[in-house]
């Protein structure tokens, strides 16, 4: 009986979460129903998610091979989703127990600190948690000691973070009401800190008008489909027709074969999409039921497009720079011996449309451009960094994409390094 618990209950992180999910709502006294659906959504949710690994991962180990062959470099692409799905089959049991910790130690620190701030963007809870519990391994800890620290981490990261950023946010929500809770936060205080400094907050991006024709990058899979189209038919078109038909598409057309690629990558972003949104959507609300018993008078810290309706044309124009960044440090990176980052759409959209939000609130259009440029030479180099200090544990053709993964990574591991621990 023992090991049944130990083993498939509490080492299967889908029921483990869904537990977490089942006690919050009996907690809150909600109906039979309201607790049979939560909990079984939940364990759903993180179903779907590895069912929409599988399908990514195919198309991404195609894109990997092609881009070798073409350029005889490994290219990878950071996408938060993919890395976190495909790190459940070896650390699937530390990371829900990371999160479900990491999110007690967010409550107490917000009950007992001056940092009162409840991070509820749990999907970016999910993927630190997935962060720590791979940088920890490769540090060399593992067991209870890697789960403490790393609960302790998260803890401290749901709170800290938004309390960098809360000063700019009040600068552009005009109120205290809410705080940013989305792991891309350094990217977004060097984004305002930039925009200080190059910029004029008086000449704000909203004089500015949008052709109404860049709309569509607001839909997340049209956006990932065009833009991973484009990357897979140039790749194929450098790796060559003969590659490609003899030894990837069994023959089929080379073009025709890395569209259908393109969009199986989009599909795998949309089904692990939307495992997420369910698992999010009924463990939330269970730990903020919690929260708000626990530790009254807190801020909620919302995820990152809360603030997009306050500066759209900024949206559009950081994530342009941020892009822009992404390609750029594409060619400086094999040059200082790194691996190849290609700017991935959905990491560029999110952080790179928030950081021009905090730089046109410091410095307006310059501020924008300047700052989301600087947000997406971060979200391009710290994911390299991050790579040579994971060592072969890294996951072939995909790592974290924002800001703080790559900072929280470098730290624990180089920490873990000057201790003599790894």
């Given at each position: 009986?023992?090991?049944?618990?130990m083993n498939d209950i509490l080492g299967t992180p889908a029921i483990l979460v869904g537990l977490f999910a089942l006690i919050g709502l009996l907690l809150q006294k909600k109906s039979s129903a309201d607790v049979v659906s939560g909990t079984l959504k939940t364990v759903m949710g993180f179903i779907i998610i590895g069912a929409g690994a599988t399908v990514l991962t195919g198309a991404l180990t195609i894109f990997s091979q092609m881009f070798d062959h073409a350029f005889h470099v490994e290219g990878v692409i950071p996408n938060n989703e993919a890395?976190?799905?495909?790190?459940?089959s070896d650390f699937g049991t530390s990371t829900a127990l990371i999160m479900v910790l990491?999110?007690?130690?967010?409550i107490l620190l917000a009950r007992?600190?001056?940092?009162?701030?409840?991070?509820?963007t749990g999907h970016h809870t999910l993927f630190m948690a997935c962060l720590i519990a791979v940088t920890l391994s490769v540090g060399g800890m593992e067991g209870f000691p890697l789960i403490l620290i790393g609960s302790i981490i998260l803890g401290f990261c749901m709170v800290l973070f938004p309390a960098l950023l809360q000063p700019f946010v009040r600068q552009?929500?005009?109120s205290d009401d809410f705080a940013i809770g989305h792991f891309g936060s350094i990217g977004y205080f060097v984004s305002a800190t930039v925009g200080k400094w190059f910029g004029n907050k008086e000449k704000t991006t909203e004089q500015i008008k949008v052709p109404k024709s860049l709309g569509f990058l607001r839909d997340t899979s049209v956006a990932v489909s065009l833009t991973m189209t484009l990357f897979f038919v140039i790749v194929a078109l450098f790796a060559g027709k003969g590659y490609i038909e003899a030894e990837l598409s069994g023959g089929s057309n080379f073009i025709v074969f890395s569209f259908i690629q393109a969009i199986t990558f989009a599909a795998g972003v949309y089904i692990i999409l939307a495992g997420v949104r369910m698992l999010i959507a009924e463990i939330v609300p269970a730990f903020k039921g919690i929260a708000d018993k626990i530790a009254p008078n807190t801020k909620p810290a919302l995820d990152c497009p809360t603030i997009f309706p306050f500066a759209p044309n900024a949206v559009i124009i950081g994530f342009?720079?941020?892009?822009?960044?992404?390609?750029?440090?594409?060619?400086?990176?094999?040059?200082?011996?790194?691996?190849?980052?290609?700017p991935g759409l959905v990491p560029h959209f999110f952080t790179g449309a928030a950081a021009g939000v905090f730089g046109n609130v410091t410095g307006g259009r310059r501020g924008a451009m300047a700052g989301a440029f600087a947000n997406g030479l971060i979200i391009s180099f710290l994911?390299?960094?991050?790579?040579?200090l994971m060592g072969d544990i890294g996951y072939k053709g995909t790592t974290f994409g924002d800001a703080d993964f790559g900072v929280v990574g470098v730290l624990i591991v180089s920490i873990l390094k000057l201790l003599g621990l790894s």
């Open positions: 009986m023992l090991d049944i618990i890395i976190v799905a495909a790190a459940q990491g999110m007690i130690f967010n007992f600190t001056p940092f009162k701030y409840i991070f509820l552009i929500t005009g342009l720079f941020s892009f822009i960044a992404g390609i750029i440090s594409m060619f400086l990176l094999p040059v200082l011996g790194l691996k190849v980052i290609v994911p390299a960094i991050l790579l040579v």
